[in-house]
């Protein structure tokens, strides 16, 4: 090929193709050399200044003399985020705070429930659902987990209550009743409470509800069977079931019936007692979230919907 | 007697410039082109159309209430023009401008060609004061290039410096004026000369001072023939009717020298004298017909023009013409070509939009997320409520209070907005209100409710925002 070049003087590599397309043996450009020994003799500086081989007993690694580390750089951006959220989280943790201060100041309230939210889907959503939104009994027989977001509430529901609530934890105690009461009773007492809720009032029931030898449930649920915070007795007379039925309003009376004839909370003398315990967050509790979530938390509550 | 005395003048011009012809070479990248400067129409024109620039250096330094009148505020996401305040929400209108914008130049592009690239382009202005500067330094493109050739000397060394000094000091100028449209320029000098500018003020200055420095005093026309996006598009909008520079063959041809000052029996006008390529900035040959490194800045029409004149022959060897009527056919109307009045359209309703835009920029502006985990939540009372939370822009530099109704849904009740919220200014405030409703009222499980925002102070100020009031089945 190259003994009869028909180019002889333009340094090509001798190859062609269709007898005038040919390889050219040019220098590469200036400017791509520049680049292509800017990159190798970076890569050497590279090597010296950041963590790059493995050491020799492949246990650890050169270390780099600017002492950077993927975790280190993590952290001091964490540490500027926290800088940041300082101001309000100093404000928030002062003893002197109140959750009815934070409030009452829109900013900090907005930084306290967007805050809360992730305390919340940690430590609470898990029986409360996420917004509060409560999880439904799946059958007359189960507890199911109240809802926040509603203006019912056990134990009352302003803030301070809210409050309360978190740091000790509640658990409220109810009777059973099939022991007590025959079958009839406990279902006259169960059409008693649904026709309360819905406003009027099933004689026979209402007679047990105020009994002072049978029944007797105006003792804790009150005369006017709208419960009592201290106690956290429920409310009868109202639209909100603490132990709802996911699906309807059918179930509502067999629910009532099994709450009367079982209780709550009373698992040592009737196994199907009703379970419905909220645990302390506060040092009172297994984990003490300490004062300064708390607050958060109950500020977060107490804006889910119902809060008074 | 005095007519030949004239024509033998003539005939001198002419053969110096014969004499020169060999300097102007057509440009195949291979060297620096010095073009020749010559006074003209289009010269004229081509420094009012640059001194448009002036307003890019001293913008920023319009005050306007106290405040800078133009600033696009990146770090406070706002940008100010005089009395308008555009935020982030607002940036549809931007993409209206940016739609005009191209359309714009596209429609010209159309009409005369690359106007843009021979009158307006940043490069081709920068590259025309760069090589202006380098012409009062250095002189002549023939000293010029001798002086390019020549072995170092300090003399050398002292023009040089002082001219790449100086373009030094434009290109800083501009980087700094460019920085200084997103920030306060008064504040910026002051940080520069301190050197408490941010990293990124230093960085942009860099950029740009770097990129001037090269881009308009080496890279030239290289860069509209190698670099340049916009060269590339606009060339392939052309079209037959596009009036550009161009070379009248019927005229021109054949091209011959003149013999004697006279022009040879049965040549054209054209004299092959290269006063057309001497003076192109990139260093095309006009009489080849459309190039892609012609920029159509119609210089070359004023050197033909002024050879023209010496040999006594008509204006318009090269003139705007379009390639159609150069040919004889018969050239349409402008507005009867479709692509003109296709574009015209898309102009007219970017501009309708933009127009619309600033009218209607409300001092208020609100969202409504609507709560979704629970979306509705059954009261003791038995009613439906449901939560809302209010995003309340404030686009006014004042603190506003504001109140908050609902419209489009009976028997609801707003609750949690009894006393007028307070909207920071520049900000996004957001509230949380309620929305309940009795059990029976609810028609549907989802039902349209609109959220009206008005300010107390300021009643003129509202705005407006759709959203649902949803219940169970």
């Keep these: 090929m190259s003994e009869n070049n028909p180019f002889p003087n333009e340094n090509n590599t001798g190859h062609f193709w269709d007898d005038t397309l040919r390889e050219l043996s040019n220098d590469p450009p200036g400017w791509w050399r520049i680049g292509f020994h800017a990159s190798w003799l970076w890569c050497i500086v590279y090597f010296f200044l950041y963590p790059s081989l493995p050491t020799l007993d492949l246990e650890g690694y050169t270390k780099g003399s600017m002492g950077w580390t993927s975790v280190s750089e993590y952290k001091e951006d964490l540490a500027k985020i926290d800088q940041v959220r300082q101001k309000w989280e100093d404000r928030i943790n002062d003893p002197e705070t109140t959750p009815a201060m934070i409030l009452a100041d829109n900013e900090l309230r907005n930084y306290t429930v967007r805050s809360a939210k992730v305390l919340f889907g940690d430590y609470c959503s898990a029986c409360h659902g996420s917004g509060g939104a409560g999880n439904s009994a799946r059958s007359a027989t189960e507890s199911g987990y109240p809802v926040l977001a509603d203006d019912d509430w056990l134990y009352g529901g302003t803030i301070e209550q809210i409050q309360m609530t978190i740091t000790n934890g509640r658990k409220g105690i109810m009777p059973n009743y099939g022991t007590r009461l025959s079958e009839a009773e406990i279902t006259d007492l169960a059409k008693h409470v649904v026709a309360l809720s819905e406003g009027s009032e099933h004689a026979a029931g209402k007679e047990l509800f105020m009994g002072p030898t049978k029944g007797g449930c105006f003792a804790c649920h009150g005369m006017d069977a709208k419960g009592m915070d201290a106690l956290g007795s429920a409310n009868l007379t109202d639209a909100v079931w603490r132990f709802d039925v996911a699906g309807g309003d059918d179930h509502r009376q067999a629910s009532a019936l099994h709450t009367i004839a079982h209780g709550v909370n009373s698992e040592l003398i009737d196994k199907a007692s009703r379970n419905a315990v909220m645990p302390a967050f506060g040092p009172l509790g297994t984990r003490d979230l300490g004062a300064g979530t708390i607050k958060k938390l109950a500020v977060y509550v107490h804006q889910l919907g119902g809060g008074q | 007697m005095s007519q030949t005395a004239e024509d033998q003048q003539a005939g001198g011009e002419v053969d110096a410039l014969y004499a020169e012809s060999h300097e102007w070479k057509i440009n195949v990248g291979d060297e620096t082109i010095h073009a020749k400067r010559m006074e003209g129409r289009f010269r004229t024109l081509k420094w009012w159309a640059a001194s448009s620039w002036l307003l890019f250096f001293f913008g920023p330094y319009l005050r306007w209430n106290g405040n800078q009148a133009i600033l696009f505020d ?400």
């Design chain 2, 74 to 473: 990146i770090p406070g996401r706002q940008y100010h023009i005089f009395d308008i305040t555009i935020l982030p929400q607002d940036v549809w209108m931007l993409s209206l401008v940016l739609l005009f914008l191209a359309i714009l130049l596209a429609v010209v592009t159309t009409l005369i060609g690359r106007a843009y690239c021979g009158f307006f382009c940043f490069q081709t202005i920068w590259v025309d004061v760069f090589t202006w500067l380098e012409e009062k330094f250095e002189g002549s493109p023939a000293k010029r290039k001798k002086l390019d050739k020549a072995p170092f000397s300090l003399e050398k060394i002292t023009i040089k410096l002082k001219k790449h000094l100086l373009w030094v000091l434009i290109s800083m100028l501009t980087g700094l004026t460019f920085v200084a449209w997103f920030t306060d320029v008064y504040q910026l000098w002051v940080d520069y000369f301190t050197l408490s500018a941010s990293s990124t003020e230093w960085g942009v200055l860099a950029l740009f001072t770097v990129g001037t420095y090269v881009l308009a005093g080496f890279l030239r026309e290289q860069t509209c023939f190698w670099l340049c996006p916009y060269a590339r598009i606009q060339a392939v909008m052309l079209d037959r009717e596009s009036m550009i520079p161009t070379y009248d063959f019927n005229r021109g041809e054949p091209r011959g020298r003149l013999k004697k000052g006279k022009t040879i029996e049965g040549n054209g006008d054209c004299i092959d004298c290269n006063q057309c390529v001497a003076v192109c900035p990139t260093g095309v040959d006009i009489r080849g017909g459309l190039d892609e490194g012609c920029i159509t800045c119609a210089l070359c029409i004023d050197a033909c023009d002024s050879v023209m004149d010496k040999i006594k022959k008509p204006h318009g060897l090269i003139r705007y013409e379009s390639i159609d009527a150069l040919e004889g056919k018969v050239v349409m109307p402008l507005m009867k070509r479709p692509r003109v009045l296709v574009y015209f359209v898309i102009m007219s309703i970017a501009f309708v939009g933009i127009i619309y835009g600033l009218m209607n920029i409300s001092g208020l502006d609100i969202k409504v997320l609507h709560e979704r985990q629970p979306l509705f939540v059954q009261l003791s009372s038995g009613a439906i409520q449901n939560k809302y939370e209010l995003k309340i822009l404030n686009k006014t530099h004042d603190t506003m209070s504001v109140t908050i109704a609902t419209e489009g849904l009976d028997g609801v009740e707003l609750v949690g907005a009894d006393e007028p919220f307070l909207a920071r200014p520049g900000k996004v405030t957001p509230y949380t209100v309620y929305l309940r409703m009795p059990r029976r009222a609810l028609e549907s499980s989802s039902m349209p409710v609109y959220f009206t925002l008005v300010g107390v102070e300021q009643p003129e100020l509202s705005a407006k925002y759709k959203s649902m009031f949803l219940g169970p089945r």
